[in-house]
């Protein structure tokens, strides 16, 4: 899989935010076909930062009802990456 394809967008939330100044830990919207090493490979390739670990999960997309219609909102993983050394990425720095 291309390095460029794997990470979507990064995910800002305050959850995210917490995790990211009290831990070091980026969360990150990737592509359900991408496996660990591949978001490993392409932080280290973006940014050019060491990657100490990477956790990935599945969300469910939300079954939602208006009358007697049922939509059901995509499903989407993410990964939460823990940088080595301590280094922080300029992407969440310049906000």
């Known amino acids: ?3 460029f394809n794997v990470i979507m967008k990064p995910i800002i939330s305050e959850k995210s935010n917490d995790l990211r100044e009290t831990e070091g830990k980026y969360t990150f919207e990737i592509r359900r076909e991408a496996s660990k090493d591949d978001v ?5 390739l973006m940014w050019n930062v060491d990657v100490e670990t990477v ?3 599945i969300r469910r997309g939300k079954v939602k009802r208006r009358g007697a219609q049922m939509s059901k909102g995509p499903n989407t993983k ?6 080595a050394g301590g280094a922080k990425l300029p992407l969440f720095d310049e906000q």
């Open 78 to 83: 993410k990964a939460l990456v823990k940088l």
């Open 1 to 3: 899989m291309n390095p």
């Open 55 to 57: 956790h990935t999960s």
């Open 40 to 44: 490993k490979k392409a932080i280290k």
